[in-house]
């Protein structure tokens, strides 16, 4: 599994901190998607726009934005209080989607107020 993320975003990064996936995923990899890898130039250019949503990439299947949050919903834990909220609101695709605009509106405010630009397409 590899999750592609805004590291920059103060929301985006703690909800990564705090994410405990089930022992069943094997491999997570973490990409900021701030950082130079080669991997985030191959979504790019496959239309993905990280401003927009995280990715979340499994056996090269991509899921993105409210999709993205929902499968980590079904992969996560309940090893503790926020994983259970997260599984519990998150599970539901319908809620997820209707969730996650308000979830990128406030990653923007927030990016914003600490004068961090958004993400850039190249």
């Not at 991997?39 to 999709?67: P, W």
Request: hydrophobic share 45%.
């Amino acid at each position: 599994m590899l999750i592609i993320y805004d590291g920059a975003c103060p929301f985006c990064s703690s909800y990564i901190s705090h994410l405990r996936l089930q022992r069943a995923v094997d491999q997570i990899t973490y990409l900021n998607a701030r950082h130079e890898d080669d991997r985030l130039h191959t979504y790019i250019q496959a239309g993905y726009d990280f401003d927009e949503g995280m990715l979340v990439i499994i056996d090269q299947q991509v899921y993105a934005g409210a999709v993205a949050i929902h499968v980590l919903a079904l992969h996560s834990s309940s090893s503790d209080m926020f994983n259970r909220l997260n599984h519990w609101i998150f599970k539901r695709a319908v809620l997820a989607k209707i969730l996650y605009p308000c979830l990128k509106f406030g990653r923007r405010c927030a990016l914003i107020l600490l004068g961090i630009p958004l993400l850039k397409k190249s």
